[in-house]
T-cell receptor
Framework: NAGVTQTPKFQVLKTGQSMTLQCAQDMNHNSMYWYRQDPGMGLRLIYY???????DKGEVPNGYNVSRLNKREFSLRLESAAPSQTSVYFCASSERRAINYGYTFGSGTRLTVV | QQQVKQSPQSLIVQKGGIPIINCAYE??????FPWYQQFPGKGPALLIA?????SEKKEGRFTISFNKSAKQFSLHIMDSQPGDSATYFCAARGNTPLVFGKGTRLSVIA
């Protein structure tokens, strides 16, 4: 029972390089999310997918793209990494609009852009 | 514009004390208010949540107090332990995904 699995756990990129962060959940949740966490800033929503086949921008979408590959998988792509994208990235999933739903988070990807 | 304002940024209490973390919101469409606990190197984990139709909810040593008219809610940790040392986030949701406060780093010292 893995929950939400993120890969990789750590990554160092050079400015301008691209990469994709992977996320998969095994709880049959409809909704998935990507947040970034920066010191003193809390968790800020980058993109989300309310259900398979849909994606929407969050608070800080610039510089990112997402793909909801299927119900289980939701990837985040950085096309041209910038130092401002140095952060810890968390993927989460939830059962959309369930009465007492909560988000289940992965353990995060720590990304450094140099 | 920050949708959920959380205070304090950091908090140090003695073992057995009752730390209190406060959050305030503006959006009256919010209908679900969870608290998350995060240990270093881990993802946030749901701790306790409340809906605006109740004023208080307890789960073990953790209590949420909710004041709908003031648009404020708070987390109390009874008989705090060193193992409670973590970062705590309040959050809120309406028809859109959760928005989070900036977090409170709690240290419980023996």
């Amino acid at each position: 029972n893995a929950g939400v699995t993120q890969t990789p756990k750590f990554q160092v990129l050079k400015t301008g390089q691209s990469m994709t962060l992977q996320c998969a959940q095994d709880m049959n949740h409809n909704s998935m999310y990507w947040y970034r966490q920066d010191p003193g800033m809390g968790l800020r929503l980058i993109y989300y997918s309310a259900s398979e086949g849909t994606t929407d921008k969050g608070e800080v979408p610039n510089g990112y793209n997402v793909s909801r590959l299927n119900k289980r998988e939701f990837s985040l792509r950085l096309e041209s990494a910038a130092p401002s994208q140095t952060s810890v990235y968390f993927c989460a999933s939830s059962e959309r609009r369930a009465i007492n739903y909560g988000y289940t988070f992965g353990s995060g990807t720590r990304l450094t852009v140099v | 514009q920050q949708q959920v304002k959380q205070s304090p940024q950091s908090l140090i209490v003695q073992k057995g004390g009752i730390p209190i973390i406060n959050c305030a919101y503006e959006n009256t469409a919010f209908d679900y208010f969870p608290w998350y606990q995060q240990f270093p190197g881990k993802g946030p984990a749901l701790l306790i949540a409340i809906r605006p139709d109740v004023s208080e909810k307890k789960e073990g040593r953790f209590t949420i107090s909710f004041n709908k008219s003031a648009k404020q809610f708070s987390l109390h940790i009874m008989d705090s332990q060193p193992g409670d040392s973590a970062t705590y986030f309040c959050a809120a949701r309406g028809n859109t995904p959760l928005v989070f406060g900036k977090g409170t780093r709690l240290s419980v010292i023996a």
